[in-house]
């Protein structure tokens, strides 16, 4: 069984948090105390949700697999940047990089649309040759565009006017499924013959075989250059070995419990 | 949609310089290849060295019509 970690556990008033939380918010530099945040809860409801968030992760396995994990907290670029499995101020840490027009808040970092775009500096081949892999987004407002998308054109979630497109690893995106702009939406392959599109908790799975996962960073917010990119307002978006059912529906409502104590479920 | 619109000397300047902490410019072309930088990037500039940004006149900016058609399976 997973360890687990109690708060006030042994020596009084002196809360414990798990490694990633304590990295993540130290970094942040939001005090476990009770102070009012940007978000409207205090200080330490905050320590406590995300600690909760982790401990979630742990316990039903689906933290070990990713490979970033952007949370959005932070109300700045320079904080909303920082990827919660290593919150280190690098490109190979996965710390974001913003270009063009963002608007970063409590609710997150939002894409204008028009030319915004976040380099996440991974470039998935490196790490998942196969393609065995999931990536998603927790985002409102999004109307438009390639939410993500990277890997040379062959890794992407595009929601377009007509109908969405997502792909992991060929040349050919594929549509049929019912694309969801906002909430949350996990794309997962797990085999080499079908992709699974989870909007909101509804799977619906896919016939595409894969063929190749080109080089190329992983993008949030745009994609295919001037006419794709996205208007949606990220508050979570992850990148992880690819997961089961079960972990997916974990890590959908370990952050709907994260998103409702940063009051922006 | 409404954009400013750059010089290309201008925009070779903006290009890769941060308009606020941790956020680049990013200028993009229209559909007659001039560089714009949206409405965000100038009102959220606080570069010093880059003030000049909110002096350029806004202007209708239409996006390139798209190179390739998206890909359907």
């Known amino acids: 069984m997973a360890k687990k970690y109690f708060f006030y556990k042994g020596v009084a008033d002196a809360p414990s948090y798990l490694p990633l939380t304590t990295a993540f918010l130290t970094v942040i530099g939001i005090p476990d105390d009770g102070s009012t945040t940007i978000y409207g809860c205090t200080g330490h409801e905050l320590w406590v949700g995300v600690n909760a968030f982790e401990q979630k992760g742990i316990d039903d396995g689906w933290l070990a697999k990713m490979v970033y994990l952007y949370l959005f907290i932070g109300g700045s670029a320079s904080l909303n940047k920082f990827n919660f499995m290593n919150p280190a101020d690098s490109d190979a840490a996965y710390r974001l990089t913003f270009s063009g027009g963002w608007t970063h808040d409590e609710n997150g970092s939002k894409a204008n649309g028009t030319n915004a775009e976040a380099s996440t500096h991974l470039d998935p081949v490196t790490l998942f040759a196969t393609g065995l892999l999931s990536f998603g987004r927790y985002n409102d407002q999004a109307t438009k565009g390639a939410i993500i998308g990277g890997a040379g054109g062959y890794l992407y979630d595009w929601a377009g006017l007509a109908s969405g497109f997502i792909d992991i690893g060929n040349s050919n995106g594929v549509s049929g499924y019912t694309r969801v702009y906002n909430g949350f939406v996990t794309i997962t392959r797990a085999n080499g013959t079908q992709i699974s599109h989870y909007g909101n908790g509804t799977k619906q799975t896919l016939s595409q075989t894969f063929t190749s996962l080109p080089s190329g960073n992983i993008l949030i917010g745009g994609n295919f250059g001037p006419s794709y990119y996205s208007d949606a307002r990220f508050k979570m978006t992850f990148f992880s070995a690819a997961l089961s059912d079960a972990e997916e529906l974990s890590l959908r409502t370990a952050n709907a419990a994260l998103q409702t104590v940063l009051n922006r479920l | ?73």
């Open chain 2, 1 to 73: 949609m409404i954009a400013y619109k750059l010089t290309p000397e201008q925009a070779e300047v903006l290009t890769g310089t941060e308009f606020m902490p941790d956020n680049y410019f990013a200028p993009i072309e229209d559909i007659n290849g001039d560089k714009f930088i949206s409405v965000e990037e100038v009102d959220q500039c606080v570069n010093e060295q880059f003030q000049w940004v909110k002096e350029l006149q806004p202007a209708e900016f239409i996006k390139p019509i798209p190179t390739h058609p998206f890909p359907i399976t």
